[in-house]
């Protein structure tokens, strides 16, 4: 298992402004499409994001659409090794602009460093979390995420290859799929750790990404199938056929603000 990192202070944590260039990483990726007239599942926010701007009606309706369960393992970055699941459920109004955007609700990753900067850069509301891949690199099959000091896992996947086509790769630029994958968020307030910073302006950011895919099957490692326990992370079913990314590249730009009326500020 990874150990997550920890800090009692931001001061002990590098600073790594955007914009991050050459992250590289390996990806497993698992779509959802949750109802947009049910209100998101619980564990969707963390329990203080779930009363803050981040979940109010105020910083835009859930609008539904296609959402993605979303595991990263990071061999390289400026904040160095980490490990990361997201949850993006789908689009969300914009407020100010009244375009439809992607969000982040729910994020854990490995590092204090990656959950300060991440926080500060773009308004991705990331937390810590220990994570433990078994199986071999760019082949894991299962993974587990855990609260700091927890015996039982919040989260897990068990992951194969899809018979007669698993091993096929293909390259994949995200810049060329017919798909919208900027992300749009409204400020974060004040975590309990040092590394939960808050933040005061709405920031959009478009991520590049590009690497080798392939399909892989998953189903949920947590008794029942289930991929969250509804508090840690909540308990969405994805559908069983996604996406591994190998030698996978990402940047990210700086995070622009959100500008009244307007799209870019």
């Known amino acids: 298992m990874s150990a997550p990192s920890t800090s009692t202070s931001t001061a002990e944590l590098p600073d790594a402004p955007a914009p991050w260039s050459d992250l590289r990483c390996e990806s497993y990726w698992f779509l959802i499409r949750l109802p947009r007239a049910a209100p998101l ?25 296609l959402g993605v369960v979303m595991l990263v393992r990071y061999s390289s970055s400026p904040v160095g090794p980490y490990d990361e699941l ?8 914009v407020p100010a602009t009244g375009e439809r ?14 959950t300060l900067n991440g926080r500060r850069n773009w308004n991705i509301p990331k937390s810590v979390a220990a994570f ?54 409204p400020p974060l307030v004040k975590g309990e750790k040092a590394e939960e910073v808050a933040t ?3 920031r959009r950011v478009k991520p590049e990404m590009r690497g080798r895919v392939r399909v ?26 996604g996406v591994a990314w190998r030698d996978m590249e ?16």
């Not at 969707?44 to 659409?65: K, M, N």
């Open 101 to 114: 955007k992607q969000r982040i609700t729910r994020i854990y990753v490995s590092s204090a460093a990656s």
């Open 250 to 265: 990402i940047e990210f730009p700086e995070g622009l603000l959100v500008e009244e009326g307007g799209k870019r500020k």
């Open 86 to 93: 997201m949850l993006i459920p789908g689009a969300f109004t």
């Open 132 to 185: 433990k891949f078994l199986g071999p690199r760019n082949a894991h099959t299962r993974v587990e995420v855990y609260q700091p000091g927890a015996e039982a896992p919040f989260f897990a996947v068990d992951m194969r290859r899809v018979w007669g086509v698993g091993g096929l790769e293909m390259p994949l630029n995200v810049a060329r799929l017919p798909v919208d994958l900027e992300l749009v968020s």
């Open 41 to 65: 599942p619980s564990g969707s926010y963390t329990p203080l994001d779930a009363s803050s701007p981040l979940a109010a009606p105020s910083s835009g309706a859930f609008t539904g659409g």
């Open 200 to 202: 005061t302006v709405w």
């Open 216 to 241: 892989v099957w998953g189903r949920g490692g947590l008794p029942g199938g289930r991929w969250g326990d509804g508090v840690g992370f909540p308990d969405v079913r994805p559908w069983g056929l």
